[in-house]
């Protein structure tokens, strides 16, 4: 009697390596994403900044202090000038036990330089970071999936998940694209009240297929209730593995984290 091939369970509950395996190495650079791959992180997730001449980069703050070597906003710096820091020495000074030479005088990439890097088998999970500042960032971004391949022709991706706080900015990706997934993400201050009303639910799948809550502030009926009304629910940033035993049993179907091999033998187990 043939055995059934267990199915991987990553293909129900995705592993999303936050900024790459940013538990490891400097966030947002080739090695953090490559890392996140090898640790079997199902996308990579991306923070979006723009440049002063336009194109998009792979970082999480609006400054280049914290995880380069220089100062100074992005929207203020061209390409070139944002090529030249250094964005893993910071990550050995944070982090000496985790310190590795290979990191000493990585550069920022941009988003094409990480596509073409991991190419269209890989999946990308990407934030618009305060598209506020920079107009025309969701506009440049479909070019950059579109011209990558990672759109087709008309216009659907199995590879890209979209994700912002900005709903506006979601909006905007969806009339420019009704057919790319989108995740609205959420922040909640105050422990145990994070609710999600009817209102909010019908609104929001107007135009995403999930929310990504911060994990800390929802409950099992939050989670209940988004994914009756079918919702996708990934909770972000879930580092620990008995935070990520609760979530799935509560009925997650995917989160972020720093440390995709944690996730990945949680997964495993389940
Ligand atoms: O995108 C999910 C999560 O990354 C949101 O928080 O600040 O890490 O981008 P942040
Ligand atoms: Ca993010």
């Known amino acids: 009697q043939a055995r059934t091939k267990k199915p991987n369970p990553s293909d129900s509950i995705l592993n999303i390596a936050h900024r790459g395996a940013s538990g490891y190495a400097p966030e947002h650079t080739i090695p953090a994403y490559a890392l996140g ?10 923070d979006l900044q723009m440049t002063k001449d ?3 980069i792979a970082m999480h703050d609006e400054t280049v202090d ?15 000038e944002i090529k030249k820091l250094d964005a893993g020495s910071w990550f050995n000074e944070k982090y000496p036990a985790l310190a590795n030479p290979a990191y000493v005088g990585l550069k920022v990439p941009t988003l094409e330089e990480v596509i073409h890097r991991f190419g269209r ?3 990308y999970y990407i934030e618009t970071k305060a598209p506020e500042v920079y107009p025309g960032m969701e506009e440049e971004l479909l070019r950059v999936l579109k011209q990558t391949g990672l759109i087709n022709g008309r216009g659907r991706t199995n590879k890209v998940i979209i994700q912002s706080f900005s709903q506006e900015s979601l909006l905007k990706v969806h009339q420019l694209n009704p057919r790319i997934p989108l995740v609205q993400l959420l922040w909640y201050e105050t422990a145990g ?4 009303t009817d209102e909010e ?8 297929v999930g929310v990504g809550p911060n994990y800390d502030k929802i409950d099992q009926a939050y989670v209940s209730k988004g ?12 580092n620990e593995p008995s935070e ?7 009925g997650v179907t995917g989160m972020f984290t720093n440390y995709p091999d944690r996730l990945h033998r949680v997964l495993c187990e389940v």
Do not use: C, F, S
């Open 227 to 238: 994914r009756q009304a079918g919702l996708e629910i990934h909770p972000y940033t879930v």
């Open 121 to 123: 088998n890989a999946r």
């Open 66 to 80: 914290r995880t380069t070597n220089g100062t100074g906003w992005v929207k203020d710096m061209t390409l070139a």
């Open 193 to 196: 009240t994070a609710q999600i």
């Open 201 to 208: 639910i019908k609104n929001i799948k107007r135009y995403a």
């Open 54 to 56: 336009g194109h998009l």
């Open 37 to 46: 791959q090898k640790m079997k992180g199902d996308y990579i997730e991306i």
């Open 244 to 250: 990520m035993k609760k979530l799935i049993r509560w």
